[in-house]
C-alpha cells in the first residue's frame, strides 16, 4: 500500500523545495450516534453523547481564537439531530465530512444495498447542510465491509481517513487485494481514492474515554500530560523524518471537550505553532497531495 522508508529526498519537498509540515485538527461530531447504533439507549448512556454538543461549541471557540479551519466528520443523524449546532461549524468554515448515518460499523450492514442506502442519505444530509456533497469520509470504527470502497467510489468521494498504512504521507487506497492465508498477498491496483491515515495512538477515544461493554472496559481516563507528550513528539518525529508531512489528529466532542483535555489540546495547539506548521481542513491538505502526484486510475 505504501513505502514506509523515511523519505527526505527533494520529492518529499514542499511545492517550492523548502520543508512544510501540515496538521490537520479533525472532529467526529458523534453525539449521539455510538450509543443509539449500539443499542444503548438509556439516560445515561444517552447523556454521554449529548455532551458532545456542549464540547462542540468548546472547540469552535478554541479554534476561532487561533484562527484554525478543522474537518468535522458527521453523521446524518447528527445533523438532523442537532441541526443549529451542526450549523454553527458550518458558519464558523470548518469542513463537514461524512461519516456514516449513524456510527453504525460498515460490516454490520447485512446487505451492500443496505450499506449503500446509509452512505447515500449521509451525502444527501450533509448536500442539505452544507450545500454540497462531502469530499471525505471517515467510517464509524475505523473499518470497512467488502463493500465500504466500491461505494466510496460510486458516491464520489475524494478521500477516506480511515487507514492506518502510513502516518504522514496520504497514498491511495489499492482495491482488490487477494488474501491467501498460505500464500503472499497479491497487491490489487490503486484506485483514485487519496488515504488520509490515522492512528489510534492519535486518537482521544482510547486514551481518555471510559467504557463498559458486556464483555469488557475501556479504562482510558489517562492523564493529559502523558496524552500531550506522546502527540507532540509524534510531530516532532514528522519534522526531524519529513520534509513533508500532514498529521492528523482525531477527536470527539464527548471526549477532548473536558475542561482538562480542552486546556490540553490548547496548549498542544500553542506548541505546534512555535513551529513553521501549517494548519489545514482536510480537504485542503489532500488538494496539495494531489498537486505533488500523479493521478491513479479510477
Given at each position: 500500500?505504501?513505502?514506509?522508508?523515511?523519505?527526505?529526498?527533494?520529492?518529499?519537498?514542499?511545492?517550492?523545495?523548502?520543508?512544510?509540515?501540515?496538521?490537520?485538527?479533525?472532529?467526529?461530531?458523534?453525539?449521539?450516534?455510538?450509543?443509539?447504533?449500539?443499542?444503548?439507549?438509556?439516560?445515561?448512556?444517552?447523556?454521554?453523547?449529548?455532551?458532545?454538543?456542549?464540547?462542540?461549541?468548546?472547540?469552535?471557540?478554541?479554534?476561532?481564537?487561533?484562527?484554525?479551519?478543522?474537518?468535522?466528520?458527521?453523521?446524518?443523524?447528527?445533523?438532523?439531530?442537532?441541526?443549529?449546532?451542526?450549523?454553527?461549524?458550518?458558519?464558523?468554515?470548518?469542513e463537514?465530512?461524512?461519516?456514516?448515518?449513524?456510527?453504525?460499523?460498515?460490516?454490520?450492514?447485512?446487505?451492500?444495498?443496505?450499506?449503500?442506502?446509509?452512505?447515500?442519505?449521509?451525502?444527501?444530509?450533509?448536500?442539505?447542510?452544507?450545500?454540497?456533497?462531502?469530499?471525505?469520509?471517515?467510517?464509524?470504527?475505523?473499518?470497512?465491509?467488502?463493500?465500504?470502497?466500491?461505494?466510496?467510489?460510486?458516491?464520489?468521494?475524494d478521500?477516506?481517513s480511515?487507514?492506518?498504512?502510513?502516518?504522514?504521507?496520504?497514498?491511495?487506497?489499492?482495491?482488490?487485494?487477494?488474501i491467501?492465508?498460505?500464500?503472499?498477498?497479491?497487491?490489487?491496483?490503486?484506485?483514485?481514492?487519496?488515504?488520509?491515515p490515522?492512528?489510534?495512538?492519535?486518537?482521544?477515544?482510547?486514551?481518555?474515554?471510559?467504557?463498559?461493554?458486556?464483555?469488557?472496559?475501556?479504562q482510558?481516563?489517562?492523564?493529559?500530560?502523558?496524552?500531550?507528550?506522546?502527540?507532540?513528539?509524534?510531530?516532532?518525529?514528522?519534522?526531524?523524518?519529513?520534509?513533508?508531512?500532514?498529521?492528523?489528529?482525531?477527536?470527539?466532542?464527548?471526549?477532548?471537550?473536558?475542561?482538562?483535555?480542552?486546556?490540553?489540546?490548547?496548549?498542544?495547539i500553542?506548541?505546534?505553532?512555535?513551529?513553521?506548521?501549517?494548519?489545514?481542513?482536510?480537504?485542503?491538505?489532500?488538494?496539495?497531495?494531489?498537486?505533488?502526484?500523479?493521478?491513479?486510475?479510477?
Open positions: 500500500m505504501v513505502d514506509n522508508t523515511a523519505d527526505t529526498s527533494s520529492a518529499n519537498k514542499g511545492m517550492n523545495g523548502m520543508a512544510r509540515h501540515i496538521v490537520c485538527m479533525t472532529f467526529d461530531f458523534d453525539s449521539l450516534t455510538p450509543q443509539i447504533a449500539r443499542g444503548y439507549t438509556t439516560p445515561s448512556r444517552r447523556s454521554r453523547g449529548e455532551f458532545g454538543v456542549v464540547g462542540a461549541g468548546r472547540l469552535l471557540a478554541l479554534l476561532k481564537k487561533h484562527d484554525i479551519r478543522s474537518t468535522w466528520f458527521t453523521p446524518g443523524q447528527t445533523i438532523e439531530s442537532y441541526p443549529d449546532a451542526a450549523k454553527q461549524v458550518v458558519d464558523a468554515g470548518h463537514i465530512a461524512h461519516h456514516g448515518w449513524t456510527h453504525r460499523m460498515p460490516s454490520s450492514y447485512e446487505t451492500r444495498d443496505e450499506e449503500a442506502a446509509d452512505v447515500k442519505r449521509g451525502c444527501e444530509t450533509i448536500k442539505s447542510l452544507t450545500g454540497r456533497y462531502p469530499r471525505g469520509y471517515r467510517s464509524p470504527a475505523w473499518e470497512f465491509s467488502d463493500h465500504t470502497l466500491g461505494i466510496l467510489l460510486e458516491n464520489g468521494f478521500y477516506e480511515s487507514l492506518m498504512g502510513d502516518d504522514y504521507t496520504p497514498y491511495r487506497v489499492r482495491q482488490d487485494d487477494v491467501e492465508p498460505e500464500q503472499p498477498v497479491i497487491f490489487g491496483p490503486e484506485t483514485r481514492l487519496v488515504e488520509m490515522v492512528s489510534w495512538t492519535l486518537d482521544d477515544s482510547p486514551v481518555f474515554e471510559y467504557q463498559r461493554h458486556d464483555t469488557a472496559i475501556q482510558g481516563l489517562a492523564n493529559t500530560n502523558d496524552v500531550l507528550e506522546n502527540w507532540y513528539d509524534d510531530f516532532l518525529y514528522m519534522q526531524q523524518a519529513m520534509d513533508w508531512g500532514i498529521i492528523t489528529y482525531s477527536c470527539h466532542p464527548q471526549v477532548i471537550g473536558r475542561g482538562h483535555r480542552m486546556l490540553m489540546l490548547e496548549r498542544l500553542e506548541k505546534l505553532k512555535q513551529h513553521d506548521v501549517t494548519f489545514m481542513a482536510m480537504e485542503e491538505a489532500v488538494d496539495e497531495y494531489l498537486s505533488r502526484t500523479p493521478s491513479a486510475a479510477s
